[in-house]
């Protein structure tokens, strides 16, 4: 079958390398793609939030499955209108996809159907925001309830941090819209996981477990990010604890959805912090996780295909996935000022060599131009490394990672850190 993969980041890069690798697909393409799909599948220049372009494109190429790798265009109804013209799709539905792109609809679906989440409040009014951070105290955290590209959850240190949070993204609109409500929660300590279902509605089959690196520098120092880096498996989350997760919070989120008339299709993803008193969710995404789809992929062994067009037509009862045993870790290669505004235009060198080195270069703000390598944006590359445990897994993917070189590079030198603490 033909596949349309609407995207242009490392997570639909990592989606079509794994595509390629199915006797399910015949030609793959990528809209609009970037540097690495270029050479890998067929790019297409369409405006993804013209949906009946992306319709058209579809008939003319016959495509049989949609995946849609970014939350945007699922919020924006665009599964909804491709099934509407008979195109199966692997995504959410924009009813489904308010549990990303509403964080206050999120949040009270939880309370209703008593999830475990952190305790909160929401405001549209900064000096009521203003009192209930001072009566609150810190550490505490801000959100903007809309789609901010991962960037818009700050957990304050301090009380004037949050308050200039609260007046950033309500009076000065730092993020737009996205910030006409915010979300104050309490501040959860433990230590975060990813984890990420492939559901039809009812049934629910797991991908493996990871951990993500949201923040910009060693020792998880400076601003949040879309997500610096990232290791699987995670090994905070054992059988029994995932057990727990699942019956505690994914079957009750997709129950809760259907009480409100929502069939859930496609990924769910659940952000989880640990804590001493048990699994608690801080975040939902609708769709698989940039940079841990880079790490869960190349340990699946299983048709990805296979199992996005079951899904999409609506039933994966007895689908399994097979999983390589070794661990996975992937760095993410930034420009000079990520994740605030991004130097490119900077020629890109190495990325043959890192994968002389047996890594993946996964590419995500690159672009070709007259045949050479160039940065396009924030996040630039993802080098992924496998090993016999996480140890070896981190020591081959640095060992590919110091063969890049552009000017303005910056990647953390600690992913996998938590994991390695473990062992």
């Known amino acids: 079958m033909n596949i349309l993969v609407i ?3 490392g997570r639909e890069h990592a989606i079509c390398w794994k595509l390629k690798q199915s006797k399910e697909a015949e030609d793959i393409y990528c809209a609009p793609g970037n540097g690495g799909t270029e050479t890998d599948v067929i790019n297409v220049n369409l405006s993804v939030s013209d949906h009946r372009e992306v319709a058209a494109f579809c008939a003319e190429k016959d495509i049989r499955l949609v995946i849609v790798g970014p939350e945007a265009p699922l919020a ?18 924009r009813a489904a996809s308010q549990l ?11 309370k209703k159907n008593k999830i475990p989440t952190a305790d909160f409040e929401v405001f549209n009014d900064f000096k009521k925001a203003r009192d209930y951070i001072k009566a609150q105290g810190a550490p505490i955290v801000v959100k903007a309830f809309g789609l901010a590209a991962g ?21 000065k609109k730092i993020f737009g819209s996205a910030g006409d409500e915010i979300i104050i929660e309490e501040c959860l300590s433990g230590e975060e996981a990813s984890i990420l279902v492939v559901t039809d509605g009812s049934n629910v089959v797991p991908l493996a477990t990871s951990q993500d690196h949201k923040r910009l520098n060693d020792g998880d120092k400076g601003p949040n990010t879309g997500g610096m880096g990232a290791y ?14 699942d019956k505690t919070i994914i079957r009750p989120t997709l129950e809760g959805l259907r009480k409100e008339g929502v069939v859930y299709k496609g990924i769910l993803y659940a952000g989880i912090m640990v804590t001493d008193s048990g699994p608690k969710v ?4 609708v769709r698989s996780g940039d940079p841990e789809t880079q790490v869960i992929l190349p340990r699946m062994k299983s048709d990805l295909a296979e199992l996005a067009i079951s899904a999409a037509e609506g039933d994966i009862s007895g689908s399994e996935i097979e999983w390589d045993k070794r661990d996975c870790v992937c760095v993410v290669m930034t420009s000079k000022g990520y994740p605030g505004s991004s130097e490119t235009g900077m020629r890109i060198t190495g990325c043959k060599a890192a994968e ?6 996964f590419h995500a703000g690159t672009h070709l131009e007259n045949g050479e390598l160039v940065t396009s944006g924030g996040r630039v590359l993802n080098v992924v490394g496998m090993g016999k445990g996480i140890k070896e897994a981190v020591k081959n993917t640095y060992k590919a990672a110091g063969k890049i070189k552009f000017e303005g590079m910056h990647y953390r030198k600690d992913i996998g850190y938590r994991a390695i603490a473990k062992c």
């Open 7 to 9: 995207g242009s980041g």
């Open 76 to 93: 924006a109804g665009i599964t909804d209108f491709l099934e509407g013209a008979r195109v199966n799709v692997f995504g959410t539905s």
């Open 100 to 110: 990303e792109a509403n964080k206050t609809f999120a949040k009270n679906l939880m």
């Open 151 to 171: 960037k818009g959850v700050i957990v304050a240190e301090t009380e004037e941090e949050a308050i200039k949070a609260a007046e950033d993204i309500l009076v």
């Open 232 to 245: 699987s498996p995670a090994p905070v989350i054992d059988k029994a604890l995932f057990g727990k997760i």
């Open 282 to 285: 801080l975040e939902y995404n």
């Open 356 to 361: 002389k080195e047996g890594a993946l270069v």
